[in-house]
């Protein structure tokens, strides 16, 4: 069933950073602070809307109306235009828009609307299939508006007063409003009622899951019910609403900064779960490792308790069947290879890359805590501000769903997330002390056995040396000794020494003769070696005083 309504309007609430710097590290050359107004030139085109934005310059830190002229009290440009239907017939339509800073940001509210009142006569109510035409090349859905913040659509329409009667029609003409604003055939495909509820005394609906970025972003519908009043509406909620226009625009911002600062702690949830993953397969590695290496009797009694335990796991994830006493005193040392030894200092280049990632991505976290805290905040003190102007039974609880549920929600996940993630670096702080103490404590080890086996063939060139020395005093001695005697053999047998020993011999052999060759053969053959055994004598015993002299000289110099 096709129902009518009065007066649609779409009021779009888009945000975007001045400079993508205040949220993330690194500068886009490529980023366009100004996209919000290139934006509404773009919607306004479609409209024949030839209203432009004239803004002025401001410094970034307050807020401030950008419209040129604007003062206190009128701070929104009226437009005028055409909007152009399925049947080809143009009708005339309104509206306004109010380009903001607000702090760190730019925000648009942007209202195009069939006006109430034409040449001072009520408009005629329209069919609800008339949103499809508010949303030419869904010029008005995030994916084409791209603010850094994100965006809110509200469309409102006044209900003849036969649906004002029948509350039980106004979640299907809602569904409706959404259904032909966004173009889609099937009801599937919308975004799901998220709540609903009253404001001002109106009905008013939430669809899309607020933390989710879908193509259709977040849009509420704001049924008024009014009174007709002389031929013209009038609703305490479209009163209120135009009253605290600005207020509602805060109230957005706010919420916005949430959502997004909410939104990116996700990416980041994702990453560091990422780095935790990669952190956990090293460190299982490593245990893997040492635990599958022979293991020598306790040889660590020296390494600090700096780099002890591998903890046991933090949340069930840092798998061990049994505490790991890496470096602990009375520990056992795993003999590693080369190739092993070579695998943990790699992990020891590694893990401090990952370490400061990690870090990062927990101080991130918190970051986002903190713009968390801080617009939440913001938006509970705008929202008294408004309750504050009104009667005290007014009832806002529609627009207390952020502040109770949505926004602690996420605050309550980013620190349960920190305080997963905050034992982890913990651990990988001991992780990496504990490789290094295996490290050190195998380099030391390696260092070790290369000394002793230094000093080992210090030792044994030494001796070979000392050996070497003990041969040639040896030799020397022996060259002394050789050298010796026959030079004193030679001398003494070209001497007249042989007339003793001739005497000698008569004096043994009375009737021999000396007398050569005339004595005969064998006396002058005997008397011939004597002669030379004599002489080898004295050269041996001349020879060996002198070897023994040069021994006690060499002996002498050595000490």
């Known amino acids: 069933m096709t129902y009518k309504i009065y007066a649609p309007n779409i009021h779009l609430f888009a945000f975007h950073l001045r400079n993508l710097s205040s949220s993330d590290s690194q500068a886009d050359t490529d980023y366009d602070s100004k996209l919000l107004w290139h934006k509404y030139d773009q919607i306004c085109a479609k409209f024949q809307i030839q209203q432009k934005l004239d803004l002025r310059d401001v410094a970034e830190g307050s807020r401030i109306a950008l419209l040129k002229g604007a003062t206190k009290d009128n701070i929104l440009l009226p437009l005028e235009g055409k909007l152009s239907l399925n049947h080809g017939k143009r009708i005339k339509i309104t509206g306004q828009a109010c380009p903001l800073q607000i702090y760190d940001s730019y925000a648009l509210g942007l209202n195009i609307r069939i006006p109430e009142v034409e040449n001072n006569q009520k408009t005629e109510d329209v069919d609800l299939t008339v949103f499809k035409d508010f949303n030419p090349d869904q010029c008005f859905l995030p994916s084409n508006i791209n603010s850094s913040l994100g965006q809110i659509l509200l469309l409102t329409a006044w209900l003849p007063q036969k649906q004002q009667q029948d509350s039980h029609v106004w979640k299907e003409i809602a569904d409706q409003c959404v259904q032909n604003f966004l173009g889609e055939n099937d009801q599937d495909n919308c975004p799901p009622l998220y709540q609903e509820g009253q404001l001002f005394g109106s009905p008013i609906f939430e669809y899309g899951i607020p933390d989710q970025s879908q193509d259709y972003g977040k849009i509420f ?21 135009c009253w605290f226009y600005q207020y509602f625009i805060d109230l957005f911002f706010d919420r916005q900064k949430v959502i997004k600062a909410y939104q990116i702690s996700r990416e980041v949830y994702s990453d560091a779960y990422q780095g935790y993953q990669d952190i956990k397969q090293i460190i299982n590695e490593t245990t893997q490792s040492k635990d ?21 796991p933090i949340l069930g994830d840092f798998n061990s069947s049994s505490p790991q006493n890496w470096g602990a005193r009375g520990a056992k040392v795993a003999v590693l290879s080369e190739a092993e030894l070579l695998e943990f200092k790699k992990k020891l280049r590694i893990l401090p890359k990952l370490d400061l990632n990690y870090s990062d991505w927990l101080r991130q976290l918190e970051s986002y805590s903190l713009t968390m805290k801080i617009n939440a905040h913001n938006y509970s003190e705008k929202l008294q501000q408004i309750k504050a102007k009104l009667p005290k039974d007014e009832d806002l609880s529609f627009l207390s769903v952020f502040e109770h549920k949505i926004s602690p929600t996420y605050q309550n996940q980013i620190q349960i997330n920190l305080s997963y993630f905050a034992h982890s670096s913990a651990l990988l702080d001991k992780a990496i002390s504990s490789i290094r103490g295996i490290v050190e404590i195998e380099q030391a080890e390696r260092d070790r056995a290369l000394e002793k086996a230094l000093r080992d063939k210090e030792e044994a060139d030494r001796a070979r040396d000392k050996q070497a020395e003990k041969q040639e005093k040896r030799l020397q001695l022996w060259i002394t000794f050789v050298g010796t005697g026959l ?29 050569c060759p005339e004595a005969g053969f064998y006396p002058c053959l005997s008397y011939s070696v004597v002669f030379v055994v004599f002489h080898i004598l004295i050269g041996v015993g001349v020879g060996a005083i002198a070897a023994f002299i040069l021994d006690r000289i060499i002996n002498r110099r050595s000490k």
Do not use: C, H, M
């Open 292 to 312: 599958n290496q022979s293991l020598q009797p306790d040889e660590l009694t020296s390494l600090p308790r700096a780099a002890s335990p591998l903890n046991p």
């Open 487 to 515: 030079a004193v053999s030679g001398i003494s047998s070209q001497t007249d020494a042989k007339q003793p020993l001739e005497a000698i011999l008569i004096e043994l052999d009375r009737k021999g003769s000396l007398d």
């Open 221 to 241: 519908v704001w049924l008024f019910l009014g009174e007709d009043i002389n031929g013209n509406y009038a609703a305490r909620a479209e009163e209120n609403f």
